[in-house]
Nanobody, 123 residues
């Protein structure tokens, strides 16, 4: 079992920045691919990006490419989502997810999920 807990959400003005954290416990975090997703009110959950277990390979949704950066510190069992140049359309609950299989993370079928953290961007 892997437990994931997100933190760092909040209210920020458009153009501002936030960094979300995803703290993992249980099995070694370094064994898992980590992904970030978000869900806005009335919309389906959306893939934001993911990072390989080593941190070398990353992919992002087109909507956040160039503004968001995913990183991880396996020694601290923590993943991060740095969000810059935030827009009102980035408002959502953000979730981290983990799985051993990249395709499952990208498909939103990860075995492990956090409880989510709210990000609100005011215009």
């Amino acid at each position: 079992q892997v437990q994931l807990v997100e933190s760092g959400g909040g209210l920020v003005q458009a153009g501002g920045s936030l960094r979300l954290s995803c703290a993992a416990s249980g099995r070694p975090f370094s064994n898992y691919v980590m992904g970030w997703f978000r869900q806005a009110p009335g919309k389906e959950r959306e893939f934001v990006g993911r990072i390989s277990w080593s941190g070398v390979n990353r992919s992002y949704a087109d909507s956040v490419k160039g503004r968001f950066t995913i990183s991880r510190d396996n020694a601290k069992n923590t993943g991060y989502l740095q969000m810059n140049s935030l827009k009102s359309e980035d408002t959502a609950v953000y979730y981290c997810a983990a799985d051993r299989i990249v395709s499952k993370v990208e498909a939103g079928s990860s075995e492990y999920w956090g409880q989510g953290t709210q990000v609100t961007v005011s215009s």
